[in-house]
Each structure stands twice: as C-alpha cells, then as structure tokens.
C-alpha cells in the first residue's frame, strides 16, 4: 500500500512533520500535490469537508480508506504502525503530549510573522509582528526549549524517551531547524544555554533514511511563504 | 479510584473541556487547585517538568500513577476508558482530529485578544486586538462553525458522529457558550445560518449530569482573565 499525502505542495509547514515520519519509516508515500494534476486533488477532498473524515485544513493523509487530518493526529497513527512510538499506553500518551506541545510552538512560531491574521499579508501586519516576535523569541522559545532541555535530562537521552526513537523526536529536529533558519540570531544565543537538544537533532539528522531525504530534492527549502519565515527586523 | 484535575482554580479555560467530560461520565474526581492548599500542589508539578510525563502547562490529569497533559491528549484517554468515543480505529481518530481543530479555534480565540503576547496585559495590545477580533470574528469563527456544521450534517446528527455523543460534543458545546460570551453581537449574526450546532447544544446542555453540572457552582462563570472574554470593542 502507498500513503497519500495531501499538503500544499512549496512549503515544508506542518506536512514537514509527517513527511519526517515517513521517510524515517521508510515507507512509500506519495506527495500528491506535488505532482502533476495533484493540487486539484487536494481542493476537491477539502471542499468536500465534512464528508466522511473529510479535514478542516491540510495536511491530511489517505491510508487506504481512511482519510486522517491534523498533524498530530496523523503521527498517532503512523507512530503506531511504523515503530515510530513507544508500545506501552502510557509512554504512547506521552509521545502525544510531546507532539501537542510541539504543535503550540508551531502555531506561536507561525504568529509571531502573522500576529493580526492568517488573511492579511506580512507588510500588513509588520508592525505588530515587531513586537510578537520580540516576546516569542524573548521568552516562548527560551521556555519551550528549556521544557524539552528537562525532558531529554530526565529521559537521559539521547531522545525524549530514552534510547528509542519516537516522531516526537523528530518534530523537535524539524521545529529546530525551523527556527534556526528563522531566528538565527536568538538562536544562536538560545543554543549557548541548550546542551541537550544538539545532539538529538544530530542523532536525528544522520539516520541514513533522513539523512537522505534531507540531501534530496524531496525536502523543500525553507522560505517566506511557510511557517518558518526570515526577516531579519523580527531576530533582533 | 479518583482523578485530580488539575487547572488554574479561577477559569474554565482548557479546564473546562476535561471538566465537561468528567462531569458526562459521572466519575469521581478533585478539581484540586480549587480545594485547600491545592495550587501549591499545582505548582509542584509544573517546576518538576520534565521529571516523568510532567506537563509543560496545565491542565493535567492525575490518573492513578498516570499524569496526562495536553487538553486533547486528556481526551483522548478519558474518551476510550468512559465511552465518550467510538470503539473503532477510524471513529476515534476523526473524534481527535475534530478535537484538534477545537483546540485550533480555542488558541485563536485567545489570541484575538491577545495577539502580541500572553505575557502582556490587554489594555497593552488593546489596538492590535481590535485589528485581532475583526479578522476572527468575520473570517475565523465562520469558516470553524461552518465546518462543524457539515460535519454534523454529513452525520445526520443529533451528534458529530452521529447518534451517539462523543467528547467532541461536549467540547464543540463549550466554544459555542464561549464564543457567544466574547461576542454576543457577532455570534447573533452568525447564528443565523447554523441549524445543525444548535440542536447539538441543547441535547449536550439537557443531559442529566451535564445539566446538573452547569447549575452547580462546580461550574465557573466566563470572565476577563479566561480564553473566551468579552471586552465591547472587540465585538463590532
């Protein structure tokens, strides 16, 4: 069987994170949109929301005859059926949890260039995008990352839950990379405090099945138009 | 056994979407930060993050030796141990993908009047909350309530998934009761060309235990330190 995966096809955004897990699965999917014929293909399913398990909102994925949106919800399902997450309720809860947690980044790190809406164009709202990502780089990256810093000491590494490999772990490479290429000065001075988490996203980027997604040209560059965005006047 | 809830002893907030849940499935359970010496608890484990499944932020819930965090996450377990979800696969991943897209509008919902920082009083991005609230208010809140609306009519109703209630009701419920607290005016607009959310309120609000619920004073008035707050200039 072969996966489908519908996400708007010139950014990484929220599919990055189900994107990660495939590849890491080795498992074979389709990019849909990104193929020829495959944007019309991803509008009919979301205009016809509500039927079936139709989705408010890319990404979702087809397996089979099941449709599933959300990204975290997604990764629930292939963690379960890709050894992506752990086999016991309570670590599966956990993995969850971190995954939600990841996804508040997500959206905060998104605001932070679309602070008024989602509608209106970066130049319309630049002005309050000033000022959001100086309290989001200031203080919300700093208490995110010092959360997952304790998880992994706890875990005692070299991922979130110890020595196996979850997709938490690699939503937390992806959120890493993403707001290195956003933030690189903040970043940088972030990273001096972060003793844990480098070496994860090492981990993570040398998995030779990731390894080699990176180095292809399946894996979309960062730009303006996603959820990780670089302006220069909002890392300051 | 009895669960501890625990969550900012003042406000419904994300605490109330487990309230709700508990309350449907008659349990026992400590709204701790409520009961006597229960925020020093609270706190407890939010400065030992990291330590086991702790929490980034609350609300969690305390089950046995279990500590769950995420709003959703909390769902998703209670839904499967009290039958407030389906039994199969399919059903229950579309109840979490529709608890997902709640957890979306109630971020949002925060955030049109809070768009700059949560760390910053209201009155200090009251201007940028305006430009906020109109874009959620015209764009956001219709574009939600109008999926909601063809999940439910893809259904056939009474309920999201059909015939039998499910934690999504009950939380698809609480952002209508919030909503039409933060924006009586435009929600009165709104309104008008739903017919399917609310019947779907009024069974969840007439349910035995619920309706004893919202009359006891378990339940928490909506006011300006929640998500959902109603501040006149933002409902225009």
Avoid at 44 to 71: C, D, H, M, W, Y
Avoid at 74 to 93: F, N, Q, V
Wanted: with cysteine; net charge positive.
């Amino acid at each position: 069987m072969t996966y489908e995966l519908y996400y708007w096809p010139s950014i990484q955004g929220r599919g990055e994170f189900i994107r990660l897990a495939l590849e890491e699965a080795g498992t074979r999917y389709e990019d849909v949109a990104r193929q020829n014929g495959g944007m019309p293909k991803l509008m009919r399913l979301l205009e016809n929301a509500g039927v079936g398990e139709s989705p408010f909102a890319p990404p979702f994925l087809k397996s089979g005859r099941l449709l599933i949106a959300q990204t975290a919800n997604i990764l629930l399902y292939l963690g379960a059926r890709h050894s992506l997450a752990p086999k016991t309720e309570r670590d599966r809860l956990f993995v969850n949890q971190l995954q939600l947690t990841i996804a508040d980044i997500v959206a905060e790190a998104h605001d932070a260039h679309h602070p008024i809406a989602s509608s209106l164009y970066y130049d319309d709202q630049k002005r309050e995008a000033k000022r959001a990502a100086h309290h989001f780089t200031k203080e919300r990256i700093p208490k995110f990352l010092g959360y997952f810093e304790s998880v992994l000491e706890n875990s005692g590494g070299p991922f979130l839950l110890g020595r196996r490999i979850s997709y938490a772990d690699l939503s937390l490479f992806q959120i890493m990379e993403g707001l290195r290429y956003a933030f690189p000065r903040n970043m940088t001075r972030i990273e001096k405090k972060l003793r844990r988490i480098q070496p994860l996203c090492e981990r993570v980027a040398t998995r030779p099945r990731i390894a080699d997604y990176l180095g292809s040209d399946r894996r979309l560059p960062f730009n303006e138009s996603g959820i990780f965005r670089h302006y220069a006047e909002l890392d300051t």
